[in-house]
């Protein structure tokens, strides 16, 4: 069993093994916001098994290096084609070269967009303004994104997380 934690402002912070949970618990670091029915039995006491809980204490933001990644890119783009802008599951949507590679274009944040099928096809090997493609936004390397640790598929996500994680309605569909 795991258990999702919340930073104070309700966020999805990170996930953990529930005895972390626990000990985050007795260590007065979280509160409890869900419970699993499981309970945990120990000699002087019976709790719940924590299924949600929520840092008490403001988080100081720590700078993570940002992978780049085919799904980092989706969520950067927030799984909507750069070209179209239709919203798309991320196992439909494609990563788009701006810069062809075979004309010397990088894989790198600033040279991949996220792209449906049908413009990256239509797209080719050409640039966007050969292609006469334009595209929403110049794409660049986040500061942060939210999602990046929470790659987890909603068949695997205990219902009781659900509500907290109601960010990436997409990535249900990422499977
Ligand atoms: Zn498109």
């Known amino acids: 069993m ?32 869900e419970e699993y029915d499981e309970e945990i039995r120990s000699v002087s006491l019976t709790i719940r098994m924590p299924a949600v809980v ?16 085919r799904f980092n890119v989706m969520v950067r783009d927030e799984f909507t084609c750069q070209y179209c802008g239709d919203k798309h599951p991320a196992r439909r949507l494609t990563m788009d070269h701006v810069l062809p590679r075979s004309r010397g274009g990088a ?20 640039t966007p303004k050969e292609a006469r493609m334009k ?15 929470f790659h987890v598929r909603m068949t695997d996500m205990p219902a009781t997380w659900k509500n907290w994680l109601f960010w990436n309605a997409s990535l249900g569909t990422d499977t």
């Open 135 to 149: 595209l929403r936004s110049a794409p660049a390397k986040p500061t942060w994104l939210p999602m990046e640790a």
């Open 107 to 126: 894989t790198s944040w600033a040279n991949v967009v996220a792209a449906c099928q049908s413009c990256n096809h239509d797209k080719g090997a050409k």
């Open 2 to 33: 795991r258990t999702l934690v919340l930073d104070q402002g309700y966020q999805p912070h990170r996930i953990v093994t529930w005895q972390k949970a626990v000990t985050m618990l007795f260590g007065g670091k979280v509160e409890v916001v």
């Open 54 to 69: 929520r840092l008490v204490r403001r988080l100081r933001r720590r700078k993570r290096a940002l992978r780049f990644s």
